[in-house]
């Protein structure tokens, strides 16, 4: 089915190439294109394998986990996505942005469509928890009066009005994935990409964040969640993707985790 | 796109306060630099001032025989005055000459006194000339050596002086051109230092800036406010190193006096405050600006 989806995004990709209109049709069908993509690192001239020839793809309003152990490729993945590398060989597709050929200029943009979530917060340690939500409107170029309605709004969301104006030092991990949450989101991204967000994070505050990401994906936007937790995939019950050195073994709807 | 420069603007000021420490230990470098920066410019005009009232000391006097017509001493002014080296001659009668004599020792009733007692004055006619540059002195007394109107000379001072003028001539020189190594030298070690800062504050926000990159900023919106912190920082430490420098110049000022009494150190500075404010500001704003702008290039290619 998905590959079905993925030629007729391509044909159509190709006859409609010039309008920028008619690429919001392909996008419904397929959101991110992974096509035979390899990643190779050479350090030393030593040559390493992060990702070996991964074909998938991910559609509108799906929620993917991807699972795998440390060094399967699941950062590389992420990495991929956020053209923070380039692929060695194949096609790496987001929407209407060709990944391999994606211009530094052009990467604001592609990055401003998709939310990114990591394992160790990321969150400018010198702006408080509205200024970090609000940075990522303000890089939009997105008017004060928009900021003022919808960060509290987003903060509100994940449970944090009442520490808008603390700085992430005072916050505790999970709150500080939280505000990592209402950053990644409030620019509606078309897909929001959490690399390992529990990692650092006790149970409860893990699931709570789980919980959001479930609460993000039913209102729309997809989710793509690199993770290794066995308990929370198996709760999850939708779409694994599977990696072992670098290749896709296993990619199945209501997918569990499965130890090889 | 007003909205956006306003956004680097508030966030320069804003990274400039919220990092308080790593500012300050900026800034004081800075401070510390623009203090030599400074020291050069006042220095390189001591020099100079310093430099022309010595030059300005040196001399050759033809002095004439008692006999000489006035009119020899014309021609010979005139002739002379075809030499492209000389900058200006001076012809002192002997009535002048007896009146600067007596003018200058005015104070002390023996030597009026002696000279009342002479009838007859006793001081030369002389031709006083001042040569753009001290080397030329030379060529200059060897053309006087050679004239044909040697024969009215009483005396050519150059022959009892050449030493000592040879000799100031060379110091000049190479106070002139040690001074520009100098300044050139501190002033290199000036922007080394301030560059390195200024490098070290943006390595210790890399993670930030690499953040910043992943959310979507652009490369301009991530550097603005760097660039507007580098401003802050030039204009600070401008205002800041003259504050310090004015005590400082104040006090060398009477002493530098003694030395050479041409130079009014504290009247300079005061009356060039603004100008050397200036300078120290456009030297600190530039500095900053294009030491962030170089040094933040790097963390911006993810």
């Known amino acids: 089915m998905r590959i079905k989806f993925q030629n007729n995004a391509n044909k159509l990709s190709k006859k409609y190439s010039r309008y920028s209109l008619k690429i919001s049709i392909i996008r419904e069908h397929s959101m991110i294109i992974f096509q035979n993509v390899s990643k190779f690192y050479k350090i030393n001239s030593h040559q390493t394998t992060a990702l070996e020839d991964a074909s998938f793809t991910i559609n509108p309003k799906e929620f993917v986990s991807l699972v795998g152990k440390s060094g399967a490729g699941k950062s590389t993945i992420v990495k991929l996505l956020i053209a923070e590398e380039k692929p060695t060989k194949g096609k790496v597709i987001f929407g209407s942005y060709d990944v391999n050929k994606i211009k530094h200029r052009e990467l604001p943009h592609l990055r401003r469509r998709i939310g990114v979530i990591f394992q160790d917060f990321r969150l400018l340690p010198n702006k408080t928890s509205f200024e970090n939500v609000a940075f990522a409107l303000e890089v939009a170029g ?20 009442d520490k808008m104006f603390n700085f992430p030092k005072e916050l505790s991990g999970g709150e500080k994935q939280r505000v990592a949450i209402a950053r990644a989101m409030i620019n509606h991204p078309d897909v929001i990409i959490a690399d390992e967000p529990t990692g650092n994070l006790d149970p409860i505050n893990a699931w709570e964040i789980i919980r959001l ?48 | 796109m007003l909205t956006t420069l306003f956004r680097i603007i508030k966030y320069g000021f804003l990274g400039f306060w919220r990092n308080g420490w790593l500012s300050a230990a900026t800034l004081s470098i800075i401070i510390l630099a623009l203090m030599v920066f400074e020291g050069m410019m006042i220095f390189n005009v001591l020099t100079k001032i310093a430099l022309i009232s010595i030059q300005d000391k040196i001399d050759i006097s033809v002095y004439f025989k008692t006999n000489t017509p006035e009119d020899e001493i014309l021609q ?7 030499l492209a080296e000389i900058k200006n001659i001076e012809y002192i009668p002997r009535d002048k000459a007896l009146e600067n004599f007596k003018n200058r020792h005015k104070d002390d009733p023996t030597i009026a006194q002696s000279l009342d007692e002479l009838k007859n004055n006793p ?13 030329d002195y030379a060529v200059i007394a060897d053309y006087l050596n050679k004239a044909s109107f040697k024969g009215w000379f009483e005396k050519v001072t150059y022959a009892q002086n050449a030493v000592v003028i040879e000799r100031l001539g060379k110091i000049i020189d190479t106070a002139e051109k040690g001074g520009f190594i100098l300044i050139i030298f501190l002033t290199f070690i000036a922007v080394l230092i301030t560059f390195n800062t200024i490098r070290l504050a943006i390595y210790s926000n890399r993670e930030e800036i690499g953040i910043m990159r992943l959310v979507g900023a652009s490369n301009s919106f991530i550097r603005g406010p760097y660039v507007v912190e580098g401003i802050i920082y030039g204009l600070i430490a401008g205002i800041i190193s003259i504050i310090i420098a004015g005590p400082i110049v104040y006090f060398i000022s009477p002493y530098l006096k003694i030395f050479i009494p041409e130079i009014n150190l504290w009247s300079y500075f ?3 405050l603004f100008i050397l404010f200036g300078y120290q500001s456009l030297f600190g704003v530039g500095l900053g600006v294009i030491s962030s702008s170089i040094a933040i290039r790097k963390y911006l290619r993810i």
């Open chain 1, 213 to 260: 990401l479930l609460k993000i994906n039913e209102l729309g936007t997809t989710v793509l969640l690199a993770t290794h937790n066995k308990e929370i995939i198996n709760y999850l019950n939708r779409r694994v993707i599977n990696l072992e050195n670098g290749r896709v073994i296993r990619d199945e709807e209501n997918g569990k985790y499965i130890l090889v």
């Open chain 2, 123 to 135: 001081l030369l006619a002389s031709l006083n000339i001042k040569a753009h540059n001290p080397k």
């Open chain 2, 270 to 272: 005061v009356s060039n």
């Open chain 2, 76 to 82: 010979t002014k005139k002739s002379l005055g075809t």
């Open chain 1, 142 to 161: 997105r008017l004060q009066s928009d900021i003022e309605t919808f960060v509290p709004q987003a903060l509100e969301m994940v449970g944090l009005k």
